[in-house]
């Protein structure tokens, strides 16, 4: 099968995620993902109601989020009040409702005005129909000499809002760019460049064609070779101290519940860490709240390039099945999960994540004692919960790492295939090879990868031993010192001041190596055996920030990326940072409307909002496949113990 036909054969299979695991137990708990049965539910009550038919397409169906107050304080013995949230496109219009599943009852139903959901999957398919059948297409495309309609596939993405005539209205359309099939060396090194087609999908016609010249088709480049069988990838039993019960994980002393979202992906609630026999919370739940990807190239063809991947598409619904053996080590505990496609039709697939302990062969901590001229040190184990997306050429490793130190670790790895631009120069020294690298960077003659952003936003609802938390902020400063004060003949030391972010304004920020800065979520009622309150740390890791001013059309489609943290009042509809609707938003949604309020956050429910960012200039290197390139942060314990936590274990 080639890589084409298998790409083909993914855009046929996206849709909706709910999530199972292999369960030790039946009893269902508040926050499990929605079961295939409950799917059912939902369509049967919609279509009892009258509010779908065969025309509707399902936007969104996944779990209601349920009270926090009340999943903190529930027990196996209780109740669970099931319920559904649905996003339906009927008639050209929105509506949202609630469905109590237990009741079979249609809670409430609502039309939402002036918004435009996520890529649905027929519309990959459509996108391919309505320019094939246009005669001003057929006649680009001809220009090009391609003959044979077969050997062109055309991918879509949405068109944003930048403020053009026909952004006013809310026309369901399409930007329709396309590739050159006709090699077995890559589609995506193909590209038809110079033509570009909006379509109209409700009315399923070309609404316009942008046709700025002919580019020659390039090559392609190298073919990626097929991957030699991996050995022994046969899925083997779980040996390590991985434990489940339904949809609960246990690792060392972690324990946490795992279900994944349509939209967001893996989502981990009610993360807690076992403390001299004492259950004690870290965080409530986390997971990816938005990633964007614009390119800097602001041509006609181009410049609408600005991909906000959640929001418009949904990377739960991407996800890709894994293979032990391959894709997670051969023992990895391998979770399945159930689907509900765009037409509310409920299947089921198996690996959409995997769970696996590995020793790092790092140390988790060492010391050599000069006394006894002998060493002590623990080997660092860590379990990791991985999920793979796949987002049209790009493909995002992510995986979420539990230590036995106590820190939870998120990394984020970039792979794939980079978007190209076909160019008139094969090599820097031609005339125009100047003009063609503008905004890219020539990595195969004729073949340019054009420079863009990564940023990825995390929602971290944080629950230091409790709900009640505050955002205090250590500010790193230097300090002139005046001998006269002291015996020691130091000038210049640096102290840190910290002081607690009070309201939202207050924990806008962004890291800074001239003025540093430890942002740690405390718990105000609960302190150590020293005094001092507990905590989780937010170290970030390498990262970037936007480099377009806040009133760039760019800029406002994501505003969240003005600031690598954000934190707010733990609110239940507030889960998005780019807002629930950003596909042809005018902008300014999610946290830039929330922060307006300017609430308080201090002794409270506060949610952190975590931005990581990448300025990708493309390399040679990076062609025809990436290698990985990894973006990570830690949530550090920091006073949250008496002492380290691993001294009085033995260790793997």
């Known amino acids: ?97 609630i469905v109590d599943l237990a009741a079979e009852k249609l809670l409430s139903w609502e039309r939402v005005e002036g918004v435009q959901p996520a890529l649905f999957d027929d519309e990959f398919v459509l996108s391919q129909t309505i320019v094939r059948r246009d005669p001003a297409w057929q006649e680009a495309i001809a220009k090009r000499g391609i003959e044979n309609l077969k050997d062109v596939f055309c991918y879509p993405a949405f068109p944003g809002n930048f403020d053009r005539d026909w952004d006013v209205g809310n026309q369901r359309l399409g930007m ?4 050159h099939t006709g090699s077995d060396n890559g589609l995506w090194g193909r590209p038809i460049e110079g033509l570009l087609a909006i379509v109209d999908y409700d009315n399923k016609a070309l609404f316009e064609l942008i046709d700025t010249g002919v580019v020659a088709i390039p090559n392609g480049g190298p073919a990626i070779a097929e991957p030699q069988p991996t050995a022994n990838p046969a899925r083997g039993p779980v040996t390590h101290r991985i434990s489940t019960n339904g949809q609960w994980i246990s690792w060392d002393r972690w324990r946490f519940h795992l279900g994944i979202d349509p ?120 379990l990791v919960v991985r999920f793979i997306v796949w987002l049209g050429n790009y493909d995002y490793v992510l995986d979420w790492i539990f230590t036995e130190t106590g820190s939870l670790k998120v990394r984020v790895g970039a792979t794939g295939i980079v978007l ?96 540093p800065a430890l942002w740690r979520v405390i718990n105000p009622s609960a302190t150590n055996h020293v ?19 806040d009133g760039a059309i760019v800029h406002r489609r994501a505003a969240f990326t003005a600031h690598h943290l954000w934190a707010t009042p733990y609110e239940p509809a507030e889960r998005y940072a780019a807002g629930d609707y950003p596909n042809r938003h005018p902008g300014g949604a999610g946290l830039p409307e929330w922060t307006a309020a300017n609430r308080s956050i201090q002794n409270t429910d506060i949610v952190l909002w975590y931005t990581a960012g990448m300025h990708h200039v493309v390399r040679a290197e990076d062609w025809p496949i990436m290698p990985l390139v990894h973006h990570e942060f830690e949530l550090r314990p920091f006073d949250f113990f008496d002492f380290n936590p691993t001294v009085s274990e033995s260790g793997p």
């Open 176 to 179: 329709i760019a396309c590739y």
């Open 263 to 382: 939209r967001v992906g893996p989502v981990l609630s009610l993360v807690s860490f076992e403390d001299a026999g004492r259950e004690r919370s870290v965080m409530y739940q986390g997971s990816v709240s938005e990633l964007f990807v614009p390119y800097m190239d602001p041509t006609r063809t181009w410049y609408f390039r600005t991909y906000l991947d959640v929001g418009e598409y949904g990377i739960g619904a991407s996800g890709v099945p894994l293979t032990a053996g391959r894709d997670c080590p051969a023992d990895a505990l391998m979770l399945d999960a159930s689907f509900l496609n765009y037409r509310g039709k409920p299947t089921t697939t198996t690996g959409i994540a995997c769970v696996f302990e590995r020793l790092t062969g790092d140390a988790a901590w060492s010391h050599f004692e000069v006394r006894q001229q002998g060493s002590q040190m623990r080997r660092h184990a860590e």
């Open 420 to 515: 190209t631009k076909a160019v008139a120069s094969r090599l820097m020294s031609d005339a125009g090879a100047e003009a063609d690298t503008a905004y890219a960077r020539l990595i195969a003659p004729g073949l340019a990868g054009v420079n863009h952003d990564h940023f990825f936003s995390f929602r971290l609802d944080l629950d230091v031993d409790g709900p009640r938390n505050s955002l205090l902020i250590d500010r790193l400063r230097q300090v002139e010192l005046d001998p006269a004060d002291g015996e020691a003949p130091r000038r210049q030391i640096w102290q840190a001041f910290p002081a607690v972010a009070r309201r939202e304004s207050d924990a806008q920020l962004s890291m800074n190596l001239r003025q």
């Open 1 to 97: 099968m080639t890589r084409t036909h298998r790409l083909c054969l993914w855009l046929l299979l996206i849709s909706t995620i709910s999530f199972a695991v292999p369960a030790t137990s039946d009893q269902q708990h508040p926050l499990d993902s929605l079961t295939v049965a409950e799917y059912e539910t939902v369509t049967r009550v919609l279509g009892t109601a009258g509010k779908i038919d065969k025309s509707s397409r399902f936007a969104l169906v996944n779990l209601a989020q349920p009270e926090k107050e009340s999943v903190l304080r529930w027990q196996p013995s209780d109740g669970i009040a099931r319920q559904a949230f649905v996003a339906v496109r009927h008639q050209r219009q929105m509506y949202e409702g």
């Open 531 to 549: 005094g001092n309150p507990v905590s989780y740390q937010l170290q970030p890791g390498k990262s970037a920030r936007t480099l377009l001013d």
